[in-house]
């Protein structure tokens, strides 16, 4: 009986992490596929028996909605320049705060943490008036400088660029956070070492920082990519998706076509697809860092 109990232990632990990861996250995978086959939508819903099985005709008629590939353009293009310019940023922010440990510092830490813990609704509605064409504050400096106003959210490629202001202030926080406890974590007695072998700031940097910080990056740019893979409040608080579906992005899409249209089964493909893409993203991260450590 002991033995059984020692066994069963780490179940009850990972139990209920395991039960909310199966319930709300592989359940509604497959539930979304198996919508995908269907014409599901609020009728269906109403009644199941006039639920008509359709095949692969949504996966076939998606690849064929202008809407649906600009969308994925979109997403591509916040994770091409947001990602990459979060990881830098946060990066530089914990090698600078690490230096220090005074109130001073603590201070600007709590001031680059901030962001990450509000309300992103909250966020976004006081950004769109910050955005504002004719009252908006930003304007409001440029004008005062003697230029133009800029049309921050009513031009298409000028409203990416918006989004990705926001969210890329919204999101240092959390990755600084995750790099200052790496740094921490680094073994004072390899700078020391160093130090007497005559080694400058930058060969420290180069030679051991970086290296140590291996993980730390490899893990945060795993978990921005699926993140922003599924970008998604920024456009749907701000833009809607406009103008002229010029930020609409994956997640956005789907929200739309299920919640908006009532097309549950055409947005179930379009989900789908999603996460084939976010997998196989993943998947070549992995691979990659496999190739490194070999």
């Known amino acids: 009986m002991y033995k059984l109990k020692l066994r069963l232990t780490p179940f009850f632990f990972i139990g209920p992490a395991v039960f909310l990861l199966i319930v709300f996250s592989i359940i509604p995978i497959f539930i979304s596929l198996g ?69 001073l510092f603590s201070g600007f830490r709590a001031v680059y943490y ?6 992103i609704v909250a966020v976004a509605v006081i950004w769109s008036f910050l955005y ?5 504050l930003f304007n409001y400096l440029i004008s005062s400088l003697g ?20 969210a ?7 990755d600084m956070i995750i790099f200052l406890a790496a740094l921490q974590a680094i073994p004072k007695m390899y ?32 978990t921005k990519l699926i993140g922003w893979l599924q970008f998604f409040e920024e456009p749907f608080v701000m833009t809607g998706g406009g103008p002229l579906d010029g930020t609409v992005s994956m997640a956005l899409f789907i929200y739309q076509e299920g ?27 992995f691979s990659f860092k496999k190739r490194e450590e070999m």
């Open 35 to 103: 919508l995908g086959f269907t014409d599901m939508d609020l009728l269906g819903l109403a009644d199941w028996s006039k639920v008509q099985f359709v095949g692969f005709d949504h996966f076939e008629n998606i690849f064929k909605d202008d809407v649906f590939i600009k969308s994925i353009g979109n997403t591509f293009f916040y994770v091409l320049i947001g990602v990459p310019i979060v990881i830098v940023l946060s990066l530089a922010i914990a090698l600078l705060l690490n230096y220090g440990s005074n109130m």
């Open 114 to 119: 901030m962001p990450s813990i509000t309300n």
């Open 132 to 136: 504002n064409q004719e009252y908006g």
């Open 147 to 166: 230029f133009d106003k800029v049309p921050w959210l009513q031009d298409p490629l000028m409203a990416k660029f918006s989004l990705l202001l926001l």
């Open 168 to 174: 890329i202030w919204k999101n240092i926080g959390v």
């Open 191 to 222: 700078y020391e070492a160093a130090e007497i072998d005559g080694a400058n700031r930058w060969q420290k940097l180069k030679y051991i920082t970086l290296p140590s910080l291996s993980y730390a990056i490899f893990f945060v740019s795993v």
């Open 259 to 285: 919640f908006q249209e009532s097309r549950f089964g055409y947005a179930g493909a379009a989900s789908f697809i999603l996460f084939i893409i976010i997998i196989f993203v993943t998947i070549v991260q």
